[in-house]
């Protein structure tokens, strides 16, 4: 589900929320979230706007 996440944020080519991320993918809210929280934990993705987020490089 990382990968997931990270491919469609790359994807947009903009910064997105974790809605954004859920319906791009149509998965579940839950999963997304823990992949979110994961990736922080990672430093992998950052927060360059409030609320949304997009990869760290």
Do not use: H, Y
């Not at 990270?6 to 859920?22: C, F, H, N, Q």
């Not at 992949?35 to 360059?48: C, H, R, T, W, Y």
Request: aromatic residues 4%.
């Amino acid at each position: 589900m990382k990968e997931q996440v990270l491919k469609a944020m790359r994807e947009a080519g903009k910064p997105v929320s974790a809605g954004d991320i859920t319906k791009m993918l149509n998965a579940d809210r839950k999963e997304v979230d823990k992949a979110f929280a994961d990736l922080k934990k990672e430093g992998a993705i950052v927060s360059p706007v409030r609320c949304k987020w997009a990869p760290a490089n």
